[in-house]
């Protein structure tokens, strides 16, 4: 099992940037890929970017490609979510999850550990 905490949330102006991370319990890290999912007010979470066991493969929605990149540091057993050019669209409480199964994916049903979330909000 393991545990995720999220944190580098905060209010932002249009344009800017902000860097989430999220620090990950236990020693076996590198077993899971890890994913990035938001949810805004209303609406369903959606998947925003993935990232391999090894970090060697990474997935993004089509709405943050080119401004946000996802990275890890298995050595630390923490996942970063580098979010640039930031939009009033992209406010959202942002969760980080692990996935045990074989392949890296987009959807939130398959992935079995989540966090806490944390709150990004972007004012235009």
């Known amino acids: 099992q393991v545990q995720l905490v999220e944190s580098g949330g905060g209010l932002v102006q249009a344009g800017g940037s902000l860097r989430l991370s999220c620090a990950a319990s236990?020693?076996?890290?590198?077993?899971?890929?890890m994913g990035w999912f938001r949810q805004a007010p209303g609406k369903e979470r959606e998947f925003v970017a993935g990232?391999?066991?090894?970090?060697?493969?990474?997935y993004y929605a089509d709405s943050v490609k080119g401004r946000f990149t996802i990275s890890r540091d298995n050595a630390k057993n923490t996942v970063y979510l580098q979010m640039n050019s930031l939009k009033p669209e992209d406010t959202a409480v942002y969760y980080c999850?692990?996935?045990?199964?074989?392949?890296?994916?987009?959807?939130?049903?398959?992935?079995?550990?989540w966090g806490q979330g944390t709150q990004v909000t972007v004012s235009s």
């Open positions: 236990g020693r076996t890290f590198n077993n899971y890929h």
């Open positions: 999850a692990a996935r045990v199964g074989v392949v890296l994916t987009a959807t939130p049903g398959s992935y079995d550990y």
């Open positions: 990232i391999s066991r090894s970090g060697g493969s990474t």
